[in-house]
């Protein structure tokens, strides 16, 4: 577990550089990278929606629209359950980061973030998305969350697109949005510095191996106005499976060792748009037709979920039944 002391200073450094006039692009990139180290393992992650508008060939959406699997948007009763749930846990931090689908797609996605992060068991938030949908409306609903974040309790956005040209972009995620997102990107943070808002944003590149990213023409691409906190991250490697493997230009390394200990991802929580709770909550802890790491759902007492969990945890360390969506995973950790 990380140090609550040490998390708690970092934040008040945070709170303070956000609000300073014009701090240093380096710091709050810096501050920002050693809040999500502390993080650790043990988090919440808020999946408001499993709809998506893209269909990203790293991602096994595409395969899920072929199964029974039902897509929704979580009600208000069931994000209002969950918030009780957690209110009642060791957990800090939310990352409203869906397994599959977009944020964005939830009508009241601003809202639903707003009660999340008025709560005081909540220190730290984080976003993800696609941003298809951050259209000028979406910008003014962000605007407003962040200017209402007094605590700021929401240090990281992180946009994910796929390479620097439409080409690119449309053999990864399956779109013709890349326009689309070039420009809403671009007037997001016209309107922060417009705003005099201080937030860092990632550029979060999912891109085939041979694809080359330049740090000056992708802040040219995407960083039009110049907003001096907005960092990119090139992402070359992708989380094995059958599906990444029936793609030749994603990267990725097989890993055939059997680890003895179980991954500590596993203590992450996915509360899912079905009112389900899952163990973990990377691209691949669902896969179609497998509920290996789903714990329970929002009706279960606490007791079971952890018990479930735990569950999971001991066959595989005592009896080396590795879950299947763990199997082959590259991005196990088990400090």
Same mark, same amino acid.
């Given at each position: ?55 990203? #060939?790293?991602?096994?959406? @595409?395969?899920?629209?072929?199964? =029974?699997? !039902?897509?929704?948007?979580?009600? $208000?009763?069931? %994000? ?122 990632? #550029?979060?590149?999912?891109? @085939?191996?041979?694809?080359?990213? =330049?740090? !000056?023409?992708?802040?040219?691409? $995407?960083?039009? %106005? ?110």
């Amino acid at each position: 577990m990380p140090s609550k002391t040490s998390t708690k200073y970092l934040m008040k450094i945070y709170n303070w550089l956000s609000q300073s006039k014009n701090p240093h692009p380096g710091l709050i990139n810096a501050v920002n990278h050693a809040l999500t180290r502390r993080i650790g393992k043990r988090y919440i992650e808020f999946e408001l929606t499993n709809i998506c508008n893209a269909r990203c #060939i790293f991602c096994p959406y @595409p395969d899920f629209l072929k199964t =029974d699997k !039902k897509f929704v948007r979580m009600d $208000f009763e069931s %994000y209002d359950k969950a918030l009780q749930t957690i209110d009642k846990l060791d957990y800090s931090l939310i990352s409203f980061t869906p397994t599959t689908g977009d944020t964005l797609l939830h009508p009241d996605w601003d809202k639903m973030m707003a009660k999340a992060m008025a709560m005081d068991k909540i220190k730290q938030v984080i976003f993800y998305s696609n941003v298809i949908l951050l259209d000028e409306e979406c910008t003014e609903k962000f605007i407003q969350l962040i200017k209402n974040d007094k605590e700021k309790k929401l240090f990281s956005l992180m946009f994910s697109v796929g390479g620097m040209d439409a080409e690119t972009y449309k053999r990864i995620f399956q779109v013709n949005k890349f326009d689309v997102v070039v420009k809403n990107i671009n007037h997001f943070q016209k309107r922060l510095k417009e705003e005099n808002l201080i937030i860092g944003i990632y #550029i979060k590149m999912r891109i @085939p191996e041979y694809h080359v990213v =330049d740090e !000056k023409t992708a802040q040219n691409l $995407f960083n039009e %106005y110049k907003y001096p906190y907005t960092f990119v991250d090139d992402n070359k490697y992708f989380e094995v499976s059958d599906h990444v493997k029936a793609y030749d230009e994603l990267k990725y390394t097989e890993n055939n060792v059997v680890p003895k200990k179980a991954c500590s991802y596993l203590q992450k929580t996915r509360f899912a748009a079905d009112g389900g709770i899952w163990a973990d909550g990377c691209v691949l802890s669902e896969l179609p037709n497998d509920s290996t790491l789903r714990l329970g759902d929002l009706n279960d007492s606490w007791d079971n979920i952890e018990k479930n969990r735990n569950k999971i945890v001991q066959d595989w360390e005592q009896k080396q039944e590795i879950p299947l969506p763990c199997q082959g995973c590259t991005i196990y950790n088990c400090d």
